[in-house]
């Protein structure tokens, strides 16, 4: 069955099924940056608005991807939170650049590395000229360090969730950005100082939605009134009929680069609000939607943004159905989003058992999620390791996608999938904490694989009604 696919044309009491082009999944064996790419409607039929559009800025070259797992080696030690295991180095591999202090607004400050100290290798994909810096109060030293260090000025803010101004420098005369970071480690302005990452999108080539039964989710009492989720992803259709009324606010993290797809985050949104003939796991919910990629791409500068927008939207849940290399900077933004008491939720990945861990998944107080198909098999192209924390189905699953549905299969829904779970917990009971929630989910869980926690399989497959009822974790949060 692969390469198929199938569209629904149009939303209706009769729902008519059509062939179309199947979601396109590269795994390399090697752990080299694969490529997805999708095509469920002949080129040029988009909405009216990104036809219309020119000029397009395109991105750089290496972005954070919603599908594969960037090439790189293992960071030494990933996130302990949700249970996860400390991953090794890949074999040969060289280790990252090594924290030179905690981030965050309550970071104490380490000693700083001399000035010429050698350049470090760096873990995972990156923008290869430029290197993100967070400075302390409003950022007035900026245009000192760029002077400096011969740097250029890209891009200045305020984070809210570092707590610190996050400025993207170029680097204009190709210096390598080992060495940029080597070299701004001795200064003590910059707090933090990490590659510009790129992470991807997590979508798997490809019936109806068999999630409600494998969850234990009665499909008609299904809802997620009031709360709120941000979704990080690609643009959505807003007017799609499985949307209505679903989507809150819209932010775009990237108005420079034309829309080119809005089909993954309309999936992804779709599964976990959906209503009317397409069904979510939490009709009802709330989506503050941030658009953060395009051609399935994204860099950890513009994740942040998205980051720091729906922190300030007071979201409960976020959705992050991507994965790249561990980055100093989304790792504080995560603690700290965790510490607001916001669910995070992040698809575990799709290059397969040998691939590195991806993050944001992998890091403490993130629920990384895995995917499987109506018989509880796991999806091949999954990725492994003792961060995988839940299962959820993910594999051939109905979605809406721009102008009708499609059959999809990847962590990116499978994450959506929980989200849409969780958002049913907290409407259930508003004062359930994340805490309680990623308990609650663990302790409840439908045990697959082996006995208890796996690297397969996590904890096992979501069970959304035990969950509800569970009784051991409203004890410990009292």
């Known amino acids: 069955m692969a390469g198929r696919a ?66 790189g ?17 890949q074999a040969g591999g060289t280790p990252p650049v090594p924290a030179q202090n905690p981030l965050g607004p309550a ?23 430029e290197v993100l810096v967070t400075i302390e109060g409003d950022g007035a030293a900026v245009q000192d360090i760029a002077a ?13 969730l570092l707590g610190l101004t996050v400025v993207r420098f170029g ?34 080539p490809a019936v109806v939605n068999y999630a ?15 709360v709120r989720i941000a979704v990080i992803d690609t643009a959505v259709d807003e007017t799609h009929p499985a949307l209505k009324g679903a989507i809150a606010e819209i932010f775009d993290a990237m108005p420079e680069v034309e829309i080119a797809s809005r089909d993954h985050g309309t999936s992804v949104a779709g599964l ?12 009802g919910s709330s989506i503050y ?23 300030g939207k007071d979201v409960r849940i976020i959705n992050m159905s991507f994965v790249g290399p561990a980055n100093e900077l989304l790792e504080t933004a995560c603690r700290n989003a965790r510490a607001r008491n916001m669910v995070l939720i992040a698809a575990a990945g799709n290059n397969g058992p040998k691939a590195p861990f991806g993050y944001p998944a992998a890091y403490a107080g993130v629920t990384a999620v895995t995917a499987t198909d109506e018989q509880d098999r796991l999806m091949q192209q999954a990725n492994r390791g003792p961060y995988v924390y839940l299962s959820a189905p993910g594999v051939d699953m109905i979605a809406p996608v721009g102008g009708g549905s499609d059959l999809v299969t990847g962590t990116s829904f499978a994450a959506a999938i929980v989200s849409g779970a969780v958002a049913n917990l907290i409407r259930s009971n508003p004062e359930r904490s994340a805490d309680w929630i990623e308990k609650a989910l663990a302790e409840t869980a439908t045990d697959l694989g082996s006995a208890g926690r796996d690297g397969d399989f996590g904890y096992g497959l979501l069970n959304a009604k035990a969950a509800d009822a569970s009784k051991e974790a409203d004890a410990a949060k009292e």
Do not use: C
């Not at 990933?78 to 991953?87: D, H, K, N, R």
């Open 6 to 71: 199938f569209r629904i044309a149009a939303f209706s009491a009769a729902v008519l099924i059509g062939a179309a082009p199947a979601l396109a999944q590269t795994n390399d064996p090697s752990g080299a940056l694969a490529t997805d790419r999708l095509s469920v409607r002949p080129e040029g039929t988009g909405p009216a608005d990104d036809r219309g559009r020119q000029s397009a800025v395109l991105l750089p070259d290496l972005l954070f991807d919603l599908f594969p797992n960037p090439a």
């Open 73 to 89: 080696g293992e960071p030494a030690q990933p996130g302990s939170g949700a249970g996860q295991a400390p991953a090794t180095s």
């Open 107 to 129: 970071a104490a400050t380490a000693a700083r590395q001399p000035l010429a100290a050698p350049a470090q290798a760096i873990a995972g994909e990156f923008v290869p000229d």
């Open 148 to 160: 400096d260090f011969g740097l250029e000025v890209r891009s200045q803010r305020l984070s809210t």
């Open 171 to 204: 680097i204009p005369d190709g210096r390598p950005v080992g060495i940029v970071l080597a070299q701004l480690a001795a200064d003590g302005r910059a707090q933090g100082r990490v590659p510009n990452h790129v992470y991807d999108l997590q979508q798997a």
């Open 212 to 226: 409600f039964q494998r969850i234990a989710l009665d499909s008609t009492a299904a809802s997620g009134k009031d």
């Open 272 to 283: 976990i609000a959906g209503t009317g003939p397409f069904r979510g796991m939490a009709p």
């Open 289 to 311: 939607h941030a658009r953060a990629f395009e051609d399935g791409k994204s860099t950890m500068d513009t994740i942040l943004g998205a980051l720091d927008w729906a922190a």
